[in-house]
């Protein structure tokens, strides 16, 4: 429930400052990036030498690498702005050229007001120095006058939590207060834009909640924020508009809800097919040893292990004695028609068809529901429902009903049936994901179960 | 070596400080860029302010190793402030040749890393190019023309007559208006090209290194 109202808040906002900027005069923006293209030499050599070009009469070989690709945004005064994306999207490279380190190789970036770039903490400190000395030098080099340093120098130092250790050497400092000082003085600096790449996590818990206070701090002054993060929640929480960035272009720009659910899912497909190369190798191996060692009947490991690799709906294997074949499964709604998908809460049936071609005792017919990644969602059989089965001849043809309530989120899932024999540990047929289940999206939660929350929030004190 | 110049020690370091001024900016000027890469790949600021930073911590050495030798000259008895007048020009020329010629070698070095060898070897040739160890006249007439063209000739032979040819007034040379006029202007070139140079190539330190 509050989750919902921040987002109207924050979409509310951002449909605000789209009103307010009716003319566009360049004053308005902080940054603006204008058809921005940056390609990197990456040269094949280490050190270029002038012995190597004199001896070749040319550089050494490189090879060029598009860093960004024709990028144009513009962020106006007093916006927090996101940049997501996967490693090596351009992101950092982007917070470089804003802050003037690098130059772009087309294009322009135009900055409206002083720049105070949170790249890495405490870049810049010298070792044999002490941490009093260092802040003057660092707040220096970030652009600070003497005098304001000295102003300002017991609030850096209280910030940072390092009074005791202020007039020692940094080199004996943990990389931990190197960060914190480092992290004090370029807050200080008081900027009108802030660049910050993946630098809020410094310090321990308290120190952290230190850190979001002054970055909500910037927010409510009114400056402008660019942050470069992998934390998701963070982006959401504190920017206004976010850009994902993909392989040196801007693959969506927009409010934070929609772009950050954009990026996870493009995270999840990725994750999913990385899941599905590696358990096509481990599939291999099985299948290997299953076929080396000239196996009819697999063991309750092997279906572990194999129901762990699941491909996809589109691929099907099978293992067993061949005692009993599994001819069809479906699934079926309350009324009985058959259907492909289905949503919370619906009440479903899977079904499936067995054909005997032996005399089995007491067979076991089982399903197991599994996951995109291969997690076993559920599973359950005849001996768990205490119904015992009996003999069964050749020629006898089994239908088997599983009735469910679809209690599951949002996704898509594999079942498995199998048959098999009252050991618990040989199989006469088991047939991996025979039937792909897609469970339609809904939105109150994330995960696979759905515990049918009911939440409510109360002041305590 | 038997040079039969009276007063040896003050003869060589009244020329030879204005040169480590030189040698000592220039060799480790350039290697500054490079070795401050953390700064460089990290924080925005003028890139130049690292090779000055160089000059004018050397410039520093210069004036007080200059202090050190004026006291030891009034002790000798040196009438040292007859031409100290000179000074803050002859100051301010070779800074800015000495600035020019670092700003140079520190940003092409990014570029070819080996070059601070090359540096180095050049420095100890054009040393022995200047008249700093021996006198001018010890070198054969032919020679001594093409010697007077070389900018750290006059710089050091200023700073030569101010310190030790006050002395012996009949060494003192004064440089003609032509090699004045040469000098001020290749200093000049020096300078404009290394600030041009380094300008140029400045955009994409923070990629070379």
Known sequence: MTEVNKENSRESKE????????????????????????????????????????????????????????????????????????????????????????????????????????????????PDLTGRENIF??????????????????????????????????????????????????????PDILLVDEVLAVGDQAFQAKCYKVIYDFIKQGKTIIIVSHDLGTIQDLCNRVIFLKNGRIEQIGGPVAVVSS????????????????????????????????????????????????????VINRFG????????????????????????????????????????????????????????????????????????KQGDKIKVVFRNKIVLMGGVYYVSPAVGYKDFRTYCDWVNNMLTINVLKHEKAEGIADLNTNMSIEKSN | MRLGVKDYAVFLISALLSWNFLSNSVSYGA????????????????????????VFANLFNFILE???????????????????YWLP?????????????????????????????????????????????????MVPEKFQAILRYNPMTTITSMFRNMFYNVKYPENLMWPTWKIVVVTLAMVAVIFMLGYYIFKKLEPRFAEEI
């Open chain 1, 321 to 392: 004695s061949g005692d009993a074949e599994i001819t069809d499964i479906r699934l079926l709604d309350s009324k009985g028609q058959q259907i492909d998908y289905c949503k919370y809460g619906d009440e479903v049936s899977i079904e499936f068809d067995a054909v005997f071609k032996a005399l089995v005792e007491d067979p076991i017919f089982g399903i197991r529901i599994v996951d995109f990644k291969g997690n076993t969602v559920y599973g359950t059989n005849n001996r768990l429902n205490n119904i015992v089965v009996g003999v069964l």
């Open chain 1, 137 to 190: 030098i660092n707040a220096a080099i970030l652009g600070m006058k003497k005098r304001d340093v000295e102003k300002k120098f017991s609030e850096i130092v209280a910030f940072s939590e390092l009074e005791k250790f202020i007039d020692m050497p940094v080199k004996n400092y943990s990389s931990g207060m190197y960060m914190r000082l480092g992290f004090s003085v370029a807050i200080n600096v008081n």
């Open chain 2, 31 to 54: 290697n500054c860029i490079v070795a401050n890469s953390n700064l460089v790949n990290k924080i925005y600021f003028p890139r130049e302010i690292i090779p000055l930073s160089v």
């Open chain 1, 15 to 126: 449909s605000n400052i789209t009103n307010s900027a009716l003319y566009r005069d360049i004053s308005d923006y902080a940054v603006s990036v204008k058809n921005v293209t940056k390609r990197y030499r990456i040269h094949y050599e280490k050190n270029p030498s002038l012995k190597e070009t004199i001896i070749h009469l040319r550089r050494t070989k490189f090879i060029e690498f598009l860093a960004l690709d024709d990028v144009s945004f513009d962020v106006k005064r007093g916006e927090t702005l996101g940049i997501i994306g996967p490693n090596g999207s351009g992101k950092s490279t982007m917070l470089k050229l804003i802050s003037r380190i690098l130059q772009p190789t087309r294009g322009k970036v135009l900055v409206n007001g002083t720049i105070s770039a949170l790249l890495e903490l405490g870049a810049g400190f010298h």
């Open chain 2, 66 to 84: 200059m202090t050190a030798l004026v006291i030891v000259l009034i002790f000798l008895g040196y009438d040292f402030y007859i031409y100290l």
């Open chain 2, 89 to 137: 020009v002859l100051i301010i020329v070779e800074f800015f040749l000495v600035a020019g010629l670092t700003l140079l070698v520190s940003a092409l070095n990014v570029f070819f890393r080996d070059l601070s060898h090359l540096i180095n070897i050049l420095i100890m040739l054009w040393f022995f190019g200047t008249p700093i160890i021996y006198p001018i006249n």
């Open chain 1, 263 to 314: 990026y996870r899912e493009y995270v999840e497909n990725i994750e999913m097919e990385r899941a599905h190369e590696q358990q096509k190798e481990e599939r291999k191996k099985i299948f290997q040893t299953i076929i080396e060692n000239n196996q009819k009947v697999i063991s309750g490991e092997d279906i572990d292990r194999l129901a762990a690799t699941n491909l996809g709906s589109n």
